[in-house]
């Protein structure tokens, strides 16, 4: 089973600058990497998948990116939206398809 | 709109069964993949269960393998989760999610979920 570490646990910004989300494979999972984004109360939420293609409707602030096994989550110009708890899943060896612990992402 | 709504959730006691249901509208249920994950309280994602558009190909999580039954009724645009033999770590909201087609087993659309609390 692949394991996908995130970090930091939580992360705390200011509305207006950027926030940088990590995710780290423990073995290649090629492109296969989605984000979610999860709001209290809600169900998740597809921003990203391939690592890098936005999904239908996610605004061009926020962007995927892999550099070997660690993936990147970078939201620029951080609105109230925003601030959320977001996780990734890597769909590369499956099953089980399996989701990093999440990332809290605060208003500072 | 592409819709999944979750039901049959509930408080059940340690040792009994619950039949969760997932209904489809807004696309083509037949033609889709379709999964169950849950989120136990406060805690994290956990795939539990896939399903192929005609029902021919299943996978578990180990976790839950021998005890959750999933299945899908495309005539009826459903998806079934049978769980049995619930324990307290069962407690979580099981959500029903849409496999985007083809590209890969990710999840373009979800439900609100269903609540199951597993208490005595």
């Known amino acids: 089973e692949i394991v996908m570490t995130q970090s930091p646990a939580t992360l705390s910004v200011s509305p207006g600058e950027r926030a940088t989300l990590s995710c780290r494979a423990s073995?290649?999972?090629?492109?296969?990497l989605a984000w979610y984004q999860q709001k209290p109360g809600q169900a998740p939420r597809l921003l990203i998948y391939g690592a890098s293609t936005r999904a239908t409707g996610i605004p061009a602030r926020i962007s995927g990116s892999r550099s070997g096994t660690e993936f990147t989550l970078t939201i620029s110009s951080l609105q109230s939206e925003d601030f959320a708890v977001y996780y990734c899943q890597q769909y590369n060896n499956w099953p089980p398809t399996t989701f990093g612990q999440g990332t809290k992402l605060e208003i500072k | 709109e592409v819709q999944l709504v979750e039901s049959g959730g509930g408080l059940v006691q340690p040792g009994e069964s619950l039949r969760l249901s997932c209904a489809g509208s807004?696309?083509?249920?037949?033609?889709?993949?379709m999964n169950w994950v849950r989120q136990a309280p406060g805690k994290g994602l956990e795939w539990l269960s896939y399903i192929s558009g005609r029902g021919t190909t299943i996978y578990y999580a180990d976790s839950v393998k021998g005890r959750f039954t999933i299945s899908r009724d495309n005539a009826k645009n459903s998806l079934y989760l049978e769980v049995r033999s619930l324990r307290a770590e069962d407690t979580a909201v099981y959500y029903c999610a849409r496999s985007d087609g083809g590209s890969g087993n990710y999840f373009d659309y979800w439900g609100r979920g269903t609540l199951v609390t597993v208490s005595s």
């Open positions: 807004g696309f083509i249920f037949s033609s889709f993949e």
């Open positions: 073995q290649s999972v090629s492109s296969n």
